[in-house]
């Protein structure tokens, strides 16, 4: 099992806290002042004890005689001191408090920016298998966690830590006797307290992973709701819910029990421990009273001292019990964000040749075979070239291998075998950000995001709004966009909800019509047209394909009888390959394809 302190993500958590280091110092070196301040008012208590109030009957230690023989204020100015290291210890608890949690913000910000970075940079494939729920839990939720380890926990440990070393030392100068009578349950509460770390941290494990399928079960089952609410599952999905909810519920009430079971061990030994520091140290000193000669050499102001240092020092592990649920959560959560941050088998290869010509080439595919999942082929030793200029349309049954196509040109996924060339270079070696640059896509399950028109437009290229106009009048859309209220300027809804499926299409149309792309690719693009949209659309296509390499993906025949090359997908090969009137007059599978359509 592992432990609350895992020094490889302590070596890789330093790279995020290395640029505030000095705000760390500080809150450090606040805590630690703060811990001499708290630990030193027992002490000073014991001084104006031993000095004004009741001055010891026997000798007591050598430290504290000395200073009882030289003292020379007076008991009220005594007393104005321990006031003054009282309001510098409150002073220095605002400084602390407030710059620990400085400090801890700054880092989660930069946490959550590399973390998400990242994120952006993984393969499609790591998103086909993994839960955005899970991603949300990482981006956000993981991210609260090392926030408030730092703040909460890691910074005012070694404030903790260093006033216990204060008070042992302090103890066992003091009176030996004494401390390590108070002392005596220290070792046996320490192990509890192992105990009780090993036993959070697997219930912290199990709460992280329930809040993740948490989030996943809500996200989607919030942005599926008309699924949901189409098909009357309502109370099925409440029952599941109801299930995964008692998961995570069952695990927080374990931390709990076991939280509620270590308390009270803590106050059990703090006040045995006090007990016998007043029955021996007041044992004692009654014997001083009745005997001329001690040898225990104890005194008022020490036994009270004894008894608030004891009391202050568990009240730190105390503490830090309260702060093992914080530090476990944040263990537990930086173990599985700086597994993502660290993962570089999913992250997308970047560099490469930044040629920019080449996308006025052809495009090859040359012996291309690719599947999914192993022994389920989608694509079958695929043989195509596209000619720079020319428009090509892929039809087929669903299932036959199209989408991949645009998807091993696009380098979101490898081929098993063969090649996916431009010109005579392989995309596979060209650099990713200059080939997608150089390739608009325009899908079926169009995305739009929660903002204005304008900004969706120019999402890929930021242009002006009289820029945007201008294209708008050339791709005849200017009185399409303009009828919305406040035209570019109009707030379209989350993922474009205030929208028709045909309205966000066209909107997807003029996103990729501004990028400028040479090479289009138009995935199912009409499919959610009706009759009337699908025509404006269709006088647009035209001026978006000229003097461009298109490639046209579509189920609605209609909409590619003029492409300058049509292929047949079936079963992941190639079966047919002509233009529209080639095809009919073979009378194939294009042709009975064709021909369902006109029944």
């Known amino acids: 099992m592992s432990k609350i302190f ?14 505030y280091y000095w ?28 000095k004004y109030i009741s ?10 005689k000395f200073f009882i023989d030289h003292l020379s204020i007076s008991f009220s100015f005594f007393m104005f001191f321990i006031v003054l290291c009282l309001l510098l210890e409150s002073l220095l608890q605002f400084v602390f408090i407030y710059k620990s949690n400085h400090i801890a913000q700054l880092i989660i910000k930069d946490f959550r920016y590399t973390l998400f970075d990242k994120i952006l940079k993984f393969k499609i494939s790591y998103f086909d298998k993994t839960p955005i729920g899970k991603m949300i839990t990482r981006v956000i939720s993981d991210i609260e966690a090392i926030g408030s380890m730092f703040s909460q926990g890691v910074l005012s440990i070694f404030g903790d830590i260093f006033k216990i070393i204060i008070i042992i030392v302090w103890m ?41 399928k948490l989030n996943v079960f809500v996200y989607e089952h919030i942005t599926g709701m008309h699924i949901v609410k189409m098909f009357n599952r309502e109370k099925n999905e409440s029952l599941k819910f109801k299930k995964i909810n008692k998961k995570y519920t069952e695990f927080n009430i374990d931390s709990i029990l076991y939280f509620s079971i270590f308390l009270p061990i803590i106050d059990i030994f703090s006040a045995i421990s006090m007990g016998l520091i007043v029955w021996f140290g007041g044992t004692m000193m009654l014997n001083d009273l009745t005997s001329l000669e001690s040898n225990f050499n104890t005194s008022i102001g020490q036994l009270i001292s004894f008894i608030l240092l004891i009391n202050m020092l568990f009240r730190p592990l105390r503490s830090m019990a309260d702060k093992f649920n914080t530090l476990q959560m944040g263990a537990v959560a930086s173990s599985r964000v700086f597994k993502l941050i660290n993962d570089s088998s999913q992250v997308e290869i970047y560099k ?56 091993l040109l696009n380098k979101f996924y490898k081929p098993n075998k063969g090649d996916v060339l431009i010109g005579d270079i392989n995309v596979l ?59 570019l300027d109009y707030q379209i809804g989350e993922g474009g909800g205030f929208l028709s499926m045909g309205q966000k299409q066209l909107i997807s149309f003029i996103r990729t019509y ?47 009888k003029n492409a300058d090359t049509i292929v047949f997908l079936k079963d992941g090969k190639i079966v047919e390959k002509g233009n529209h009137q080639e095809l009919i007059n073979i009378k194939g599978f294009y042709w009975k394809y064709y021909k369902t359509q006109l029944v």
């Open 514 to 560: 501004i990028s400028f792309s040479p090479i289009l690719i138009f995935d199912e693009a009409t499919s959610s047209l009706d009759s009337e949209t699908e025509s404006l659309i269709k006088k647009s296509i035209k001026i978006l394909i000229k003097n461009k390499t298109s490639i046209i993906i579509a189920h609605r025949l209609s909409t590619i």
């Open 172 to 212: 066992f100068f003091s009176n030996w006797k004494l401390a390590l009578l108070g002392l005596s349950f220290f070792p046996v509460l320490i192990f509890f307290t192992a105990i009780f770390q090993k036993l959070m941290k697997t219930t912290f494990e199990k709460i992280r992973s329930s809040i993740s």
């Open 6 to 19: 895992d020094y490889q993500n302590f070596q890789r958590a330093l790279r995020f806290i290395y640029p």
């Open 55 to 64: 001055p010891p009957l026997s000798e007591i230690d050598s430290f504290t």
């Open 429 to 487: 070696d060209l650099d990713i950000n200059v080939l997608r640059k150089n390739i608009g896509l325009i899908l079926q399950d169009t995305f739009l995001f929660s903002d204005s028109i304008y900004n969706n437009i120019t999402f890929f290229k930021k242009l002006n709004k009289k820029d945007v106009n201008a294209v708008l009048r050339e791709m005849k859309l200017f009185d399409f966009v303009n009828s919305f209220p406040g035209g």
């Open 352 to 407: 490469g040749k930044k040629q920019k010509n080449i996308y006025f080439k052809d495009i090859i595919f040359k012996n291309v075979f690719f599947s999914y999942k192993k022994n389920e082929m989608v694509l079958n030793n695929i043989n195509l070239k596209i000619e720079s200029g020319k428009t090509l349309a892929i039809v087929g049954p669903t299932g036959s291998g199209k989408t991949t196509l645009i998807n």
């Open 23 to 50: 705000g760390v110092i500080f809150a450090i070196v606040s805590s630690i002042f703060l811990s001499v301040f708290s630990a030193g008012r027992p002490i000073l208590i014991q001084l104006a004890f031993d």
